[in-house]
Structure formats: C-alpha cells, structure tokens
C-alpha cells in the first residue's frame, strides 16, 4: 500500500491555511550542476515541493535530474509529467494529470488506460489532479501537443465550472495553469471564484514572475504557486517568492 504523505500534506497545509510554493523543473532545461545550487536555495527557502516535468522531454536525465535533487533536499519531489514516458521511481508522487479544461479524449484517459499497468508499478503515490489550462495570451507547448484550446482568460465561470466538476469526478487536486512562460498569469478574479467553489487544494502556475504576483494570488485563493520560468532565469527569486507566498495569512 502506497502512503499518501505527500497528499496528506498538501491537505494539511490547507487546513491550517498555511500556502506552499512549488519551484518547477524541467530537466530539459537544467543540468546537473544547476540542480545542486538550485537544491541549496530551495532548502534554504524553505520550498515546500518541487515539480518535474516538462511538455515535451527533449533530453533523456529525468532520473538523473531528481536523483541530483534527492541527494541535496529533503524536499518533496513531485513528477508533473507532459506525456506517460514521463515517469520517475525516484520522485516521491506523481501528479496524475487529467487535462478536464481540454476535449481531448486522449488526454482525458486515452493515455491514462495505456500508461496505467507502468504508472501503478512505478510504486509513486498518485495524486489524481484535474488539469486546467487557461489561456496565458501565447501559444503554449501544452495547448499545441494536446490539439485542444485553454479556456479564455475572462470566462472564470467556465473555469469555476470545470473545477466543480474535477473535484466532483474525485480528483484530489485542481492545477490551474496559464502555461509555462505565459504572457499573462491568471487573473486573481479567476483564482478566487475558483477556489471558493472546490474544497479540495488549488494549485496556480504559469507567467508567475515576481512575489507581489504569487502573493496576491494566494490571498485570491490559491494553496500552491508553481514558478519555473522565473527561476530558471534568476534563482535568487527563490527565496523571495518563498517568503511572500509564507507570509501570507489567512482570515478564516
Ligand atoms: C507551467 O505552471 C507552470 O506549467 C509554471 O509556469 O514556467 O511560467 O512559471 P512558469
């Protein structure tokens, strides 16, 4: 029986509204010397999960990329796949991806039914996560690989309606995501109409450049905020994204 740690931790979080910050990488995009400075500043911020994964998989160090990352952090690695070749025995979960914004029946389950017997053998836990993608004002790899369209960026109602349904369908967490590297990230209107219709946890990423930005999204309503781009580009934002997304407190 696979514990469910990670998920029971997200659940946590959420319940002592306490927000988490998510630092993604993709492999494709770092190499083995980055990763240990990169691990050195998350520990150092505290960073309560990493992300792996990437829409296409262009280089072949995924087990590599997290081993690296395991032998200098503690800290939760997640695998967040763009296709079932993406998948790691050395990440402690896998987000389970269901793309429900999309009406690809590939991406719905398609993929799923073939990638199960492997998926289940990995023996990662499986966080089951309704995937919802929102237009971030460019063409992003996600919206291309999968032939279908991202909600638009001023229909919350659609994106609220999406997630009731993820959440209903029993997925264990909704991923919100304007897509790596959007031009814009989603609106803080969006986030909060989502987050109050589902109970279970939110997360938020894509076009998240700066702690203002992960800050006022948490206080809209997000549990995690996802940033890739951002630290690929200057890892110090690691620290500040961190400390924003951690000060930020809750009125219950
Ligand atoms: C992409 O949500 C992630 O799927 C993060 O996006 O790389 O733009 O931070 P960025």
Known sequence: MVTKQVYQSLLQKKAHHQKAFAVLIDPD????????????????????????????????????CIQSFKAHSDIPVILFPGS?????????ALFYLSLISGRNPELLIGAHVVSAPMVKASGLEIISTGYIVVDGGAATTVSYMSHSQPIPNDKDDVALCTAMAG?????????????????QSISEGMIS????????PLIVGGGIRDAEKAYRNCKAGAD???????????????????????????KV
């Not at 959440?167 to 031009?183: C, F, N, P, Q, T």
């Not at 109409?193 to 279970?200: F, G, R, T």
């Open 193 to 200: 109409k989502v987050s109050a219709s589902i109970e279970i």
């Open 29 to 64: 995009k770092v190499d083995a010397n980055q990763i240990a400075s990169i691990a050195e500043k998350c520990n150092e911020a505290a960073v309560d999960y990493v992300f792996v994964g990437g829409s296409l998989m262009v280089t072949n160090h995924l087990d590599a």
């Open 167 to 183: 959440e209903m369908l029993g997925k264990h967490v909704i991923y919100m995501d304007a897509g790596s590297g959007a031009r």
């Open 84 to 92: 079932p070749a993406q998948v790691s025995r050395y990440a402690d």
């Open 224 to 250: 995690v905020i996802v940033v890739g781009n951002a630290i690929e580009k200057d890892n110090t934002l690691i620290k500040e994204i961190a400390e924003a997304v951690h000060g930020v407190e809750v």
